[in-house]
């Protein structure tokens, strides 16, 4: 498998292309993440208005109280929650996508930082190690994350959606779940942000904090429950050496996306 070379100890330097070729600045990478979450906040808070308004006009003689209370009731329900995160997450998606894109399209399909890395990778037999990542991390992460938990459980609030949600809501939530959000997360944390790092640090100082920031963000997900973080730390410094090494972002969404598949399998097979 040809690759291109990387020097851990030293920053990427390439030469400027036209106009939109510079690397991305780490403040504006971190503030693509920022956006990232704060629409799905946004939008949640969007469906509770809209619900409270239809409320309010189904039952004027309600208080405000109650239309806030029947609001937060409805919410709170398991299907409420997949149908948000079907419905919503994938117009976000699309949003972030479109912004990238339209921001710095010189970088989208070129395969070396400050490329994005959208383009297919060197050799198909890093689809088939991706793959294999994918399939090797879950049970890796598991051992690790039952070692610093003590026994405790350990979930993320999208595997919670899923083992409450109905039945026929679970196969679109996987959907999401294996497609959108490791292609998403990807472009955000392995293509901008690891880019602008490393146009200021060292690869291996990047690949830190790449994998650092990407446990921190899942954090509230998590409960706060800080021995899961590890686990994900691992995962997003192996996605990195993925999509370094085989010049293309696309072997680390296969592998982001069999580690989801494999986690919700895991999930449906013990509810």
């Not at 109905?166 to 955000?188: F, K, M, Y």
């Not at 730390?233 to 993925?242: E, Q, R, S």
Request: charged share 10%; with cysteine.
């Amino acid at each position: 498998m040809a690759v291109w070379p990387i020097k851990p100890d030293e920053p990427i330097s390439s030469p400027m292309m036209d106009g939109d070729g510079r690397a991305p600045r780490v403040v504006y990478a971190l503030g693509l993440i920022v956006m990232y979450f704060l629409l799905q906040l946004a939008a949640g808070a969007m469906v509770s208005f809209v619900a409270a308004l239809l409320e309010a006009a189904r039952h004027p003689d309600l208080s405000h109280a109650q239309v806030h209370e029947r609001v937060m009731t409805l919410l709170q329900r398991p299907d409420s929650n997949a149908l948000l995160v079907i419905l919503v997450l994938p117009l976000i998606a699309l949003l972030m996508l479109w912004f990238v894109h339209r921001t710095w399209p010189g970088l989208w399909a070129n395969p070396r930082p400050p490329g994005f890395g959208l383009t297919a990778p060197s050799s198909a037999n890093w689809y088939v190690l991706g793959l294999l990542i994918g399939l090797a991390m879950p049970p890796i992460g598991a051992v690790m994350t039952q070692l610093l938990a003590h026994g405790q459980q350990v979930t993320q609030n999208v595997e919670e959606i899923s083992r409450h949600a109905s039945g026929n809501l679970r196969l679109p939530l996987a959907i999401v779940a294996v497609t959108v959000g490791p292609l998403i997360e990807e472009l955000l944390f392995r293509g901008v942000l690891l880019s602008a790092l490393m146009h200021r640090l060292s690869t291996r100082w990047s690949v830190v904090i790449c994998a650092a920031l990407f446990g921190a963000v899942h954090l509230s997900g998590l409960d706060f429950q800080w021995y899961a973080i590890p686990n994900l730390m691992l995962l997003a410094a192996a996605l990195c050496w993925l999509r370094l090494k085989s010049a293309s972002l696309w072997p680390a969404i296969l592998a982001h996306s069999v580690y989801n598949l494999f986690a919700l399998i895991a999930l449906f097979a013990a509810t």
